[in-house]
């Protein structure tokens, strides 16, 4: 494996000092004041002044997100805990007054139109940004930030104990391949029963984030939550109708085709019913495939797989394992799913997740591993800022990999029918997806746009909602206390509010690529490279075309690219 120097060389600081630390607001505070007094008097000083804002973003957002990791990867850590709430109580809250402030210096400054187009972006968030600010959201957010993470601490502890033997719950998740029926559904049963056991303290939680969260809205000026998260995420680029619309084209387009892979699974394992605990397993009752053996097996299948893709994608993983950017394996204490983080700063991304060497792990690591590639690829914009893409973006950079690197699986499957059973479930796995995004998608917006419903209601909706974009084919007779919240294990509902429409845009987008990529390797492989370097200097729908695809989520895009997807499951 590669461990030579780093890919990409950090850029020095020329405004904050080079050995500075963020402990104390006090510590960071006469930097803020530097840049609120400095008086601007030509194009060339207001250009110095905002990269020295923008370097000032990099290191205190890069402390926080090194304080937010250091919670993931351990729970338990009493001072990495505290750490992230001073952070978010004693530092955030005094901070925000003073980019409202230097925001509106930028706002006012003619210089601005000086810029070039590359900032577009950046100044039309800015002036929402400003519309949105009020003193009053303030204690509100510090509030929210640690409500946020009390998902973590309650989900972080789940773990069930089976023949003697303690799992995790990714490792739990592994026994759903398992080719016993009686061991999947016993551990299944396990698994929900300790989830239940935490239900009503995570939808008290839940009524309190949707009440906070309200509130926030109604202070800023907005009627709902969902409406202030659509202008709070600059969603520019779409609206509320343009979601309810994915909503229905998946329904209509990908919901049907996923009934027929159901009714075949059915028949494939000769069962009367098919239950929760049948839709991991191999139908034909093969063993469960096991791409890699530890971690370190791991991330050398995952870099010989990139290399095959692109020598610089491999290079990347591989100078993130020598530089211990990467926290793969489950443990007990340890925050649930995975996460890629950018790191604004120093360029070198971290990747987070919870391997038990099974077949979805390679999806996650192929996923996450697109992201990093991503934060490679646009640290050569200088300003972090122009750095910040939006969810849209940088989920069309993982989903994208996944399918890329399907072509090179045989790094992780040297047996052919292996092989091809890993693809079928992948490409079964992200049509799943779709209507999986669209039920929280419509759930979110009802949450919020009712806002005063009971616990009750909430459980009522999410059945509902399974209902419309399940398959029918499932029996979930006698289940229905554990579907019925079923909305509890999504942690974005809970920490990243409104970050789930971005996954079935991006799965659009990515499938369009892979097509692209079946005829034409390199030429797609380089207009991925191309779009990523790109950050965010240009629109969503501009930055889909420098990909070679189009920003569409209409009912004729989303059948033509589910037909795609269903002549390539043919053909396995």
Sequence with gaps: MDTSAPLIKQRPRTFVDRDFKLSTWEEVKPYYDELVERPITSQEGFETWLKDWDELYAVVSEDMRGKYIATSINTTDEAAKQALQSFYVEIEPKLKPYENTLQKKFDTSLFKEQLSADFDNLKRGIEKDLALFTEKNIELSKDLSLMENEYAEITGSWSIEYKGEELTMPQAAKFAKDTNRETRKEVYLLARERELQDADKLDDLMSRLVAKRHQLALNAGYENYRDYMFDQKHRFD???KDCEAFHHAVAAAIVPLLSEIDQKRKADMGVDALYPWDLSVDPF???????FEDTEDFVNKTVHCFNKLDSYFGACISNMYAMGKLDLESRKGKAPGGYNMSMPESGIPFIFMNHASSE?????MVHEGGHAIHSYLDYEIPFA??????SEVAELASMTMELFSLENWESFYSDKSDLTRAKRNHLEGLLKILPGVAKGDAFQHWMYLNPKHTVAERRAKWLELNKIYGTGVVDNTGLEVYQQTGYQGILHFYQVPFYYIEY????????AMWRNFKEDKQAAIEAYKRA????YTRSIPAIYEA???????SADYVNNLAAFVKQELAQL
């Design 385 to 390: 800022n122009l750095r910040d893409v939006p």
């Design 532 to 535: 990523l370097r790109l950050g």
């Design 285 to 291: 009752n093969q063993a469960p495939l096991k791409p």
């Design 360 to 364: 979805g792990d390679v999806r996650v």
């Design 238 to 240: 779409y609206t509320a």
């Design 504 to 511: 079935g845009f991006a799965q659009l987008g990515a499938i």
């Design 547 to 553: 990909a070679d695809i189009q920003f569409d989520f």
